[in-house]
């Protein structure tokens, strides 16, 4: 199995910055191997949506809203992904959960999504 731990979320004015990180643990190697890891966030009331996301080969996607303004990395050694915000805005305001899609060698190869427990993220204005 795998599990995600995510830190960094605070409280920040508009304007601001903070930086997500995010560790997964993998049961066996041999068994789990983490591909695509990304960002999603789900304020009050709304779905979740995809914040940014980046493969083990270094592509990156990022949501319209954030273009410009955040930054995803990822330290493939450490299995971590990170997410810089710049330039908080209060419609940033939402709790971020870390995403693996990990391909598990059971039987032939599945596919599964993990999650993280989440962080909160929130700008004032």
């Known amino acids: 199995q795998v599990q995600l731990v995510e830190s960094g979320g605070g409280l920040v004015q508009a304007g601001g910055s903070l930086r997500l990180s995010c560790v997964a643990s993998v049961a066996s190697e041999s068994i789990f191997s983490i591909n695509t890891m990304g960002w999603y966030r789900q304020a009050p009331g709304k779905q979740r949506e995809l914040v940014a996301a980046?493969?083990?080969?270094?592509?990156?996607n990022y949501a319209d809203s954030v273009k410009g303004r955040f930054t995803i990395s990822r330290d493939n050694a450490k299995n971590t992904v990170y997410l810089q915000m710049n330039s908080l805005k209060p419609e940033d305001t939402a709790v971020y959960y870390c995403?693996?899609?990990?391909?598990?060698?059971?039987?032939?190869?599945?596919?599964?999504?993990?999650w993280g427990q989440g962080t909160q993220v929130t700008v004032s204005s």
């Open positions: 995403n693996s899609r990990v391909d598990i060698w059971v039987a032939g190869k599945n596919i599964y999504d993990y």
């Open positions: 980046i493969t083990s080969a270094g592509s990156t």
